[in-house]
């Protein structure tokens, strides 16, 4: 955000700052509405009303957040208004499918459209700005937080990341301003421990995990948080070259760094400060100006300015963001600005849900159909629903949707039962979600032997993934793996549905076992309805993999990007690199999804012979729907440099674009 015209306003109010006063601006706290980080407080209104806080997080709701701003505004010296601060990862009220699942789309427009969406609940709720879009590259299903990303590719990363941008910061009153987090590298944790410690060649960096934050700063971003991991032993809050260097200088971003939860005062447990006060400086000279939750800035700068380990110009120069960033936002001129926004009607909720079930079902991936067994179009047979998510009202929900209300999520047996009017439906859950047996995997064995069909819901609990979510062995958990033999043995047709935040590591026997397999993910406050759309066939699955769904445990990490190696894969050559005991191939590839009709796509047409530098080269298929249904179709264009310089991987995605086609129709699709 610019502070064009600001900047005399800034100046007197910098002159008249005492030091608390500018430390406070620096300082963001939480509530403990909801809890995001270790050690649970409750809001500090004291410190609030004395000046020492300048941004809250985790407090919501239009008049809880006037209450608190009255006392920053009527309270203290100088009146200076707070902002408001919460996780808006993939939705407030309404809310959407994780962002995993989301980039299955592969369509910005609704990324775009959600965001505006979770913006304007947002607002309603008297919020200022959200920290999302998460854009960390992720190619680790270990790791718990992979839910949260746009999955393992950085060209959908960055448009992920310009969708999600406008529609955040849209510029009606109903927007919000972004942060784009959690940079860098983030995803690359080491054998996919949260927390744990990054290293990372300066080519990946620049080729995979900066090209989102790059695509966010361009897009204006208002604020970036570093990452709590390292990169080759240098913690994120106190890398000045890239926060500083790279991000400010180079790419000319503009907005605020707010660190992340305690992210400042942890520098100390990284071993590169040995206390508050370096802490603090160091986090100051990288470039941070916020202290989400550490307390570092407020206890350990003045100790800092007193050992010369910073000065009041470098403290002076992240206030003056901080309030340009507030200035930006209109506080200054109304500082309830938020909290009048309103409550939306009924027709606008409506809208609303709507658009929650239209990401569900676009995110929903179709992965294996034998025999044609979905859509079940007949209504009038009897139908098994089991397992642990069939009825999961909260879990749905996903990691971050502390304010989505669980018992106005449609759970997948609710809405079954509605498509199914004339037929007989049987529900049994048949084991828990991540514990022991509860002792009713006979009972579901019954019913899938008493019915024509099964649709097994397994999969995970939403604290199963997100932050803190790291799994050693991201399969479905033992009881769920009985629960599937004994419905698989009862040998009627199975239609498996995983919600999950993260690609289940499957065995063999079981994706064989079952006649399809669906991947719903966590999909909002929909899921249940949508999965129910495409079980029928109301709604015809478009969804493709965002990120390669492993075979084994011990191939993680896998993407599709690899390099080539000098010794390919070969079964008849020991000495190539493969496995003695599994096979390298994944269960499924990134861009892998189904739908109930069936495309071609022509031979790829060139614009030109030749492409010199800064030339543009235009790409054409003809996309054709030779099926009887009406189908959106999604067109990938890779590309792979033969021979360079330096080893390039198999394959480089360059373009993606979405087609929807009536029964037996062609068009052309071109990349520009
Ligand atoms: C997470 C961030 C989040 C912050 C505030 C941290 O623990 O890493 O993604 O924005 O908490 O809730």
Redesign the pocket.
Known sequence: MSDDGFNARIDALLADMTLTEKLGQLNMV?SDL?V??PGKRGLPLADISAGRVGSV??WWGAEETRAVQRRAVEDTRLGIPLFF???I?HGQRTIFPIPLAEACAFDPVLWEQTARVAAAEGAEDGLHIT??P?LDVARDPRWG?IA?TPGEDPFVGAQFARAKVRGFQNGSPCAIAA?A??FVAYGLVNAGREYAQVDVSDRALHEVYLPPFHAAVSEGIAAI?P??SDIAGLPMHANRKLLTEVVRDRWGFKGIYIS????IADLVSHGVAADLAEAAALAMLAGIDID??GFAYLKGLPAALERGLVNMTQIDVSVRRVLAFKFGLGLFDDPYRACNVGRPNTQRKRDRRFLALESARRSTVLLKNDNHVLPMTDSTGSLAIIGPLADAHHDMLGPWSALGEADETISIVDRLRLHWPHGRIMHVAGARLDSGDDGSIRAASVVAHACDISVLCLGESRHMSG??GSRADPSLPAAQIRLARAVIDAGRPVVLVLCCGRPLVLPDWLVDGVDAVVVAWFGGSETGHAIADILTGSFNPSARLAVTWPAQVGQIPIWYGMRPTGRPADPNELYSSKYLDSPVEPRFVFGEGMSFTSFTIGEPVLDRPELRVGECLGVSVDVANTGSMRGRSTIFLFLHDAVASISRPMLELKAFRQIELGPESARKCASS
């Open positions: 939480s909801t995001t980080g997080l985790n601060g919460f996780d990862v920290f999302a998460m937080r949260e942060t987090k959690h948080m990452a709590f992340d939860y305690a992210g989400m939750m932050e803190a």
